[in-house]
């Protein structure tokens, strides 16, 4: 199996930047996809940007220009830089896994959750 377990939240002021961290472990060769999603009070799940082990990317349309998302080749660590953070982005963010070499459809793993606030 494997395991993710997310760090970096915190309370920011609009506008400031943000990097989250990914730690990943177990059988990460199996693993295809990692991603990061976001789940505000009161929404569903989004997804927020997923990365392959060739460096590809790919971002909802929300956060694409403000948000990267990168990672090590061997899928040990998985972070999130967001920068120009707007209230909206307040959610707690998950990091996901998946064995599939594709941006949608379900994820295998998750991680617990980093909580992410950003006041006006």
């Known amino acids: 199996q494997v395991q993710l377990v997310e760090s970096g939240g915190g309370l920011v002021q609009a506008g400031d930047s943000l990097r989250l961290s990914c730690a990943a472990s177990?059988?990460?060769?199996?693993?295809?996809?990692m991603a990061w999603f976001r789940q505000a009070p009161g929404k569903e799940r989004e997804f927020v940007a997923a990365?392959?082990?060739?460096?590809?990317?790919y971002y909802a349309d929300s956060v694409k220009g403000r948000f990267t998302i990168s990672g090590d080749n061997a899928f040990n660590w998985v972070y999130l830089q967001m920068n120009s953070l707007k209230p909206e982005d307040a959610a707690v963010y998950f990091c996901?896994?998946?064995?599939?070499?594709?941006?949608?459809?379900?994820?295998?793993?998750w991680g617990q959750g980093t909580q992410v606030t950003v006041s006006s």
């Open positions: 996901a896994a998946k064995v599939a070499i594709e941006w949608t459809g379900p994820y295998d793993y």
């Open positions: 177990g059988r990460l060769f199996t693993l295809g996809t």
């Open positions: 990365i392959r082990r060739s460096g590809s990317t």
